[in-house]
């Protein structure tokens, strides 16, 4: 399945499907996007970051990949299970000074069994 | 070694009033931000302490404020307020501000105005 973030606020998938959520970013200054998790009930959880001067970057059973020429960042999750349901932001930032991220709208992730 | 803890979790204000919201941030961390998340959207920043000064600053008026103790525990005050103000407050704490040393979030305070 594939989701743009703001305008398929939700992405539904089988347990052990592959995930993608796509997400636009905003300002072309930026240069550290950060994808986060965020259950119900908790904070936002860090998953996985990439700098602007990379293209992909792995993680254990992710993947996010930057499309610098188009401002377009994806999360891709593998064999998907259903504690991988929450909703998936991703921020950007612009280095340089404190970290604060800008976080998009963010996507639902429901894994059905 | 505990996290960010913020009190109350819930917290319910008639319009007008005034609150307070608390953060006390991770062990070793120094720098504290806080952040309105309405209902179905991305946390919003709304200023950023260090050194018990306001770092940072988002696009909130002035109605929030903040203050930053020797221990670096944190407060939100929200004056007047209005329905709109109904969200999950997070409070995030990291050491000098930075990323890669760690940016991690509280579970919020969800405060409803009516």
């Known amino acids: 399945g594939e989701s743009v973030g703001l305008h398929l606020p939700t992405l539904s998938v089988q347990e052990g499907d592959n995930s993608i959520i796509n997400c636009a970013y905003s300002n072309s200054a930026s240069d550290y996007f950060i994808w986060y998790k965020q259950e119900s009930g908790k904070g936002p959880q860090f998953i996985i970051d990439i700098r602007s001067n990379m293209d992909k970057r792995q993680g254990q059973r992710v993947t996010v990949l930057l499309n610098k020429t188009v401002k377009h960042l994806s999360l891709q999750i593998a064999a998907t299970q259903p504690g991988d349901s929450a909703v998936y932001f991703c921020a950007e930032n612009i280095q340089g000074g404190s970290y604060i991220p800008t976080f998009g709208r963010g996507t639902s992730l429901i894994v059905h069994p | 070694d505990a996290g960010v803890t913020q009190s109350p979790t819930h917290l319910i204000k008639t319009r007008g009033q005034q609150v307070t919201l608390r953060c006390s941030p991770k062990s070793g961390h120094d720098t504290v931000s806080w952040y309105q998340q309405a209902l179905g959207q991305g946390p919003q920043f709304i200023f950023q302490?260090?050194?018990?000064?306001?770092?940072q600053r988002g696009n909130f008026p002035d109605r929030f404020s903040g203050h930053q103790f020797p221990n670096y525990s944190s407060e939100l005050n929200v004056n007047a307020l209005l329905l709109g103000d109904s969200a999950l407050y997070l409070c995030?704490?990291?050491?000098?501000?930075?990323?890669?040393?760690?940016?991690?979030f509280g579970s919020g305070t969800r405060l409803t105005v009516v």
């Open positions: 302490y260090y050194e018990e000064e306001e770092r």
């Open positions: 995030a704490s990291s050491l000098s501000g930075r990323a890669d040393y760690g940016y991690t």
